[in-house]
Nanobody
Framework: QVRLVESGGGLVQAGGSLRLSCAAS????????MSWYRQAPGKQREMVAD???????NYADSVKGRFTIPRDNAKNTVALQMNSLKSEDTAVYYC?????????WGQGTQVTVSS
């Protein structure tokens, strides 16, 4: 079973930066497409950013130009670098990985942006 463990959430002021990290187990990671999703209170979970195994990225319009999703296949990690944070970025952030029929979610990490 694939295990994803997130870290790096917390409280930050609007305009600040925060970096989330997701560590994956085993050989799954290097071939998987990795994503970050978020879910704000009372809202549906939404995709924030994803990156394929060969480094192609995709971002939600709401975070383009502010967030990046670097991955390190040697360390089996994917990060979410969040800059110029806004109060509307407040949510629980989840790491998600998929490879064929395999997929896995992390446990989530809270990000709170104070205005």
């Amino acid at each position: 079973q694939v295990r994803l463990v997130e870290s790096g959430g917390g409280l930050v002021q609007a305009g600040g930066s925060l970096r989330l990290s997701c560590a994956a187990s085993g050989s799954f990671f290097s071939s998987a497409t990795m994503s970050w999703y978020r879910q704000a209170p009372g809202k549906q979970r939404e995709m924030v950013a994803d990156i394929t195994s060969d480094g192609r990225t995709n971002y939600a319009d709401s975070v383009k130009g502010r967030f990046t999703i670097p991955r390190d296949n040697a360390k089996n990690t994917v990060a979410l670098q969040m800059n110029s944070l806004k109060s509307e970025d407040t949510a629980v952030y989840y790491c998600y990985g998929r490879l064929g029929i395999l997929s896995s979610w992390g446990q989530g990490t809270q990000v709170t942006v104070s205005s």
